[in-house]
């Protein structure tokens, strides 16, 4: 489970890489999942993105499952 640090976007997460918990940086970013430039527009969901402060490793989850 993820707990807050010193900063709203730092949190403490179980980080793969490392093999631990490790303070992570979290934010929400809406991404276009089409490649067709018509449709960009409508491909836009959002995604959790969190990044390890220790090695880098990024995780990025889709938060709409419709």
Known sequence: MATKGGNLADM??????????????????????????????????PYRVSECRLCGQTTTTRMNNA
């Open 12 to 45: 403490t997460e179980d980080c793969a890489t490392c093999g631990r918990a490790t303070p992570h940086s979290v934010s929400v970013e809406i991404l276009t999942e089409s490649g067709k430039r018509e449709n960009a527009e409508f491909s836009r969901e």
